[in-house]
């Protein structure tokens, strides 16, 4: 077997099993109940409320995220100083329930298949002028995650704040029912559709672990970036220091996302 060919099979093993590895962890997570409670176990807590045994961590999984982890991690370093959001904070944003290292994991796989890919469909050789090229398809591969992940950003944002106005109608409306601010986001997170329903349910979940109100909606705020929404937690937080009707400034609110949304479409 020329020497060629060795290289270029153990690329394409090795990028199609990085891209399978971190895939297959995007779609545990999101599927169902295992995973979270994996990630329970391993602080020594059960669903049922037992403790559990720390467990050692031997797994494909745990070990191939050791051995990607420093990487990712100069990444993340490497945004935080350019000032722009880390890697951990994207794929909190994008909604994917994946570490840096995962994500780094199918990055390299992309950027190994998609070269491969077009080696083989073009025969590049090291003696063909076109092997000048051919870093390019990798390179493309590489940041083909990347811009997956700001699309996802950008679409769960565009939806989350086209949502913002009725949702804020609906809080409202259970303040002036008589709800406490508590109830009121409760009461959001079981009627709301993605992406607000999740996120106001996060706010709840934080809420009944100890958190405040006005921690939780910051929270939200650092997820989805949102203006608008950064503008309601602003207004929550001024309340709780001065007073006033809470209701009223979320109709106000409301009001004023709608109207921007009606300009906006015109």
Do not use: C, W
């Amino acid at each position: 077997m020329p020497p060629t060919t060795a290289v270029l099979g153990l690329i394409a093993f090795a990028g199609v099993f990085l891209f399978i590895l971190g895939v297959r962890q995007l779609r545990r997570s999101a599927g169902g109940t295992e995973d979270f409670q994996a990630r329970l176990a391993a602080y020594g807590v059960t669903t049922a409320g037992a403790q559990a045994l720390p467990q050692s961590g031997g797994g494909l999984r745990d070990t191939m995220n050791r051995l990607f982890q420093p990487a990712a991690d100069r990444m993340g370093r490497g945004n935080t100083k350019k000032g722009k959001p880390s890697v951990a904070e994207q794929l909190q944003r994008a909604d994917l329930k994946l570490r840096p290292s995962e994500f780094f994991m199918i990055q390299l796989g992309t950027a190994a298949v998609l070269g491969l890919i077009v080696v083989l469909r073009f025969h590049i050789t090291l003696g063909s002028i076109s092997v000048i090229f051919s870093p390019i398809a990798p390179i493309i591969g590489y940041f083909l995650p990347t811009f997956y992940v700001r699309y996802r950003i950008s679409q769960r944002l565009k939806k989350f704040n086209g949502q913002l106005g009725d949702t804020l109608t609906l809080l409202s409306n259970a303040l002036k029912a008589g709800y406490s601010f508590a109830q009121a986001i409760d009461t959001v997170a079981k009627n709301a559709v993605e992406p607000i329903g999740d996120e106001f349910g996060r706010a709840v979940r934080e809420m009944n672990l100890g958190g405040s109100p006005d921690e939780a909606l910051s929270n939200i705020t650092k997820r989805i970036a949102s203006n608008d929404f950064d503008l309601v937690a602003t207004a929550y937080s001024i309340h709780r220091t001065v007073g006033g009707n809470l209701a009223e400034i979320l109709d106000n609110i409301a009001y004023t996302i709608r109207e921007r949304v009606r300009i906006k479409g015109e």
